[in-house]
């Protein structure tokens, strides 16, 4: 069965620390990889999303994601973070060839930035 | 162009009682899907449709009923509600698996329902 595992539960950072966010996913196929970023009080809005091609990739607000295929990894990046990074965030996978489009999420990681 | 739409945001039940909550999409997708959200669990998929009058069971549907009776409605209910079905309820829209096509979920603004 698919599964996905963040390995940080609670961050903690000050403004201008970098950021990485680990993920993991066990699925033996091609995946669709995401991260959703859910800031307090509101829902689900996608940072980045990995389906083929370049490992690295870029999403919005500055963040990235590597896609390590050997590793099943889908770790969260960002140089240097802000107190409006302040939020709660989740990786997600996908079966590539999915006929449900049903989502996996990750237990989720909150990440708290000090001014 | 409003997304996706759940209805109400915030709602308190006694134990036993029933409630529906109904979420409407307006990007035309294929798929929905009803998500709950509770605290070190990340979300959970209740239950999911990939069209109009098909529903399917997820990962923790028990106590939870379903209908998706109009392509753009889903509608997520709860016949007697426990306590234990005290958490965030998000609802979720996506265009089916078009090879590697955009097939990303999009998210309701959730559903507060607390149960006593």
């Known amino acids: 069965a698919q599964s996905v595992s963040q390995h940080n539960h609670h961050v903690i950072l000050s403004e201008a620390a970098s950021l990485e966010l680990g993920c993991n996913y066990s699925?033996?196929?091609?995946?669709?990889l995401f991260w959703y970023v859910q800031y307090p009080g509101q829902h689900l809005q996608l940072l980045l999303k990995y389906f083929s091609g370049d490992p690295l990739v870029k999403g919005i607000k500055g963040f990235e994601a590597e896609f390590i295929k050997s590793k099943f990894s889908f770790n969260l990046r960002k140089p240097s973070v802000q107190w409006s990074d302040t939020a709660e965030y989740f990786c997600a996978v996908k079966g590539g060839s999915s006929n449900t489009g049903k989502l996996i999420f990750g237990q989720g990681t909150t990440l708290q930035v000090k001014p | 162009n409003a997304g996706v739409t759940q209805t109400p945001k915030f709602r308190v039940l006694k134990t036993g009682q029933s409630m529906t909550l109904l979420c409407a999409q307006d990007?035309?997708?294929?798929?929905m899907y009803w998500y709950r959200q509770d605290p070190g669990m990340g979300l959970r998929l209740i239950h999911y449709s990939v069209g109009e009058g098909t529903t399917a069971k997820g990962e923790v549907p028990d106590g939870y009923n379903v209908s998706r009776l109009k392509k753009q409605n889903f509608l997520l209910g709860l016949e007697s509600a426990a306590p234990s079905q005290t958490s965030v309820y998000f609802c979720a829209s996506s265009w089916a698996h078009r090879g590697q096509g955009n097939t990303e979920a999009f998210f309701g603004q959730g559903t507060r329902l607390t149960v006593v």
């Open positions: 699925y033996g196929g091609t995946v669709n």
């Open positions: 990007m035309n997708h294929e798929y």
